[in-house]
């Protein structure tokens, strides 16, 4: 097992009902700005339930932060909180509200232009406006971490950035609040919950049983539940364990001490940005076919993973991992996520421009072993066709 | 899956060597006073480590804290406090170290006689010293959690207190550490994670489909390594799995949302208090009788625990429950920790003291459905003769 730092200190108030608990995790007096995206959660009663737990504070909205947060749009939320005097941001809504508020919590100190921060990583920041959330759409475990990833419209560049200052104070997760989802967007999550997973999970074994106990039982509940999710939207159990493993597989808890990998993360961010595919859509392109082109780096966790997660005992080593990339496609699929390029009217011919834009923002050894070079990329782009 | 709020704010510092970051996790300018139990911590070498990594700061020590910490004991401790305005306390040690500072940190604050801490829980505790903690003895999981448990030497009282303001600040967890201590400690620190791990477990379904999973993923964790641990001391990967298991066996984590027993933990601290047994010792001997004499209610845990922890499929549910049973009997054994009182030359003519302790504390409907009451704990101990 590798060191590892682990940190962990967002309260999480879990259930129906949760938000009647949100005042009394906002210190009182603040001036707090909620920040959302489109207007479901205006439609679907969430937002309304927020004013109502919020009775008693000061309250700014902010809405439209759009998928994928831009860098333009959350810099008109930064002027709100230096003219409102804001004092407290609460996200309500997914992951992309919460990577935009933690931008906004940061940059409403940050002492030069904010598109620095994500130059640097977010290495200096000093400080930041406490944030809590009530989230709405389960995917990215934003709402338990201290990490977030921003997009510049104008170039389109997609960058990260993470600091134990955005680290969200508390997070509200009400199972029921993800009823109306769109299927499509639950079914994004599932996958990206389970991709999360993955890059933690599928590496080279060090040894460290209990966090590939806990990863394997994410996988195992992701695939159990992620259908029924679908199938019944108001299964109330189904959504909290699909919500549950998603803030899970993304605080920190099963990366700790293990190599991680997350070059799924990084060719599919460039496929975003290129041609606007929903994140989700993306991973589900590239893992199967990163787990084809690295298999034999990926070995011993290709196996654990085709026996532990799918049952797959039969045939030699090279059948078992086939049987479980192709367990793996069905699984993205089944929750309707097509996992082609061809699925999404692209024929690969944009293949050199994402491999330019990964040389450009110098990811050219991507992967746990820093072996993914950009012909190995190519070849998994190629592959993903 | 129940509602639940989940806090896990310990920093963990998890890995050999990382005693050189102890410093940076103590406020500058601090009066720490280290608290440890024996002679132990010295002669290994763990003390003159802390030293050396709290160079800078004012140190002052407290040593001679006991297994089950004693109210008597840590009084000394909290005089020391008052006395040298201590402002950081430092346990290093296990369980019982922690358990007792975090009474000491409470109790230094504390506007009337600290015993009233433990008769009212820790339900009325404002302040709390600061705590970090050096863990030398994986089992109690106290190094991230908010529970304590002291004993009154002069009335033999065992009682529990909990409070959010004695949560460790963080915690110093180097597998190493553990190659020097006696096999019976490390015995019975497997067998109290493995305990505190069913407690929040093995009750009945809800539907939380990620903390069956991860519950699950310790105790195959600790049956797998616990034995590896007897035999190989200073196997470091074996030493790490079994330390983080027991920390994640009692954080909070996997018995948030879950109905949880702790039946056998409270028929065991009788025996505790009246023979001085080990603490795990009493868990070896309960639980397997607990869970015969419970195997109705818990009968669909009972057979889930079979079939993902020991791989038991065959027979009726009565045989697949009686195999479990034996199968975890054996695994405490496996480990040196006898399951029978006949195995500590007790006899059973004590039961109906034990039974009367229970009374006098009003512990008399225990369990996930409060349905053990005294005739089913005599039972209990009555089968564990």
Redesign the interface.
Known sequence: ?????????T????????IA?LAAEIPAGSRVLVTFGGGSVKNNGVMAQVYHALEGFDVQAFGGIEPNPSFETLMQAVEVVKREKITFLLAVGGGSVLDGTKFIAAAAFYPQDPWHILQTGGTDIQQALPIGSVLTLPATGSESNRSAVITRRATQDKQAFRSHHVFPRFAVLDPVYTYSLPPRQIANGVVDAFVHTIEQYLTYP?????Q???A???L??LI??GPKALAEPEN???R??VM??AT?ALNG?IG??VPQDWATHMLGHEITALHGLDHAQTLAIILPSLMNIQRATKRKKLLQYAARVWGINDGNDEERIDAAIAATRNFFEQMGVPTRFRDYQLDGSSIPQLLKKLEEKGLTALGEHQDISPEVSRQIYLDAR
């Open positions: 097992m590798n060191n590892f730092v682990l940190h962990t200190p309260r999480i108030l879990f259930g129906q009902g949760q608990h060090v040894e460290a049983c209990v590939d106990r806990f394997e039982g994410l195992l509940t159990g539940e109330y159990d189904v909290a364990n549950w493993s899970l808890l700790a001490g």
